[in-house]
Nanobody
Framework: QVQLVESGGGLVQAGGSLRLSCAAS????????MGWFRQAPGKEREFVAA????????FYAESVKGRFTISRDNAKNTVYLQMNSLNPEDTAVYYC?????????????????WGQGTQVTVSS
């Protein structure tokens, strides 16, 4: 089992920045990929970004490319999502996820473990 705890959400004005953190504990050595998803009210959960834990290869949704950066700290078992140039369309609950097998990264079904989520609200 892997436990995931997100932090760093909050309220920010359009154009501002936030950094989300996701601390992993438990059987972290079995983690292949860490990802970030988000879910806005009335919408499905959507892929934001992912990183292969060992190689560091990153993946991004088109809507966040050039604005968001995913990174990891292996020693701390923590993955980060730096979000810049935020706009109201980025408002959502952001979830951290971990995959215990090597799979594609963009579907919720590619992941085995989920955090509780952290709210990000961007005001116009």
């Amino acid at each position: 089992q892997v436990q995931l705890v997100e932090s760093g959400g909050g309220l920010v004005q359009a154009g501002g920045s936030l950094r989300l953190s996701c601390a992993a504990s438990g059987r972290t050595f079995s983690t292949y990929t860490m990802g970030w998803f988000r879910q806005a009210p009335g919408k499905e959960r959507e892929f934001v970004a992912a990183i292969r834990w060992s190689a560091g290869t990153t993946f991004y949704a088109e809507s966040v490319k050039g604005r968001f950066t995913i990174s990891r700290d292996n020693a701390k078992n923590t993955v980060y999502l730096q979000m810049n140039s935020l706009n109201p369309e980025d408002t959502a609950v952001y979830y951290c996820a971990a995959a215990a097998r090597l799979r594609p990264v963009v579907s919720t079904s590619d992941y085995d473990y989920w955090g509780q989520g952290t709210q990000v609200t961007v005001s116009s």
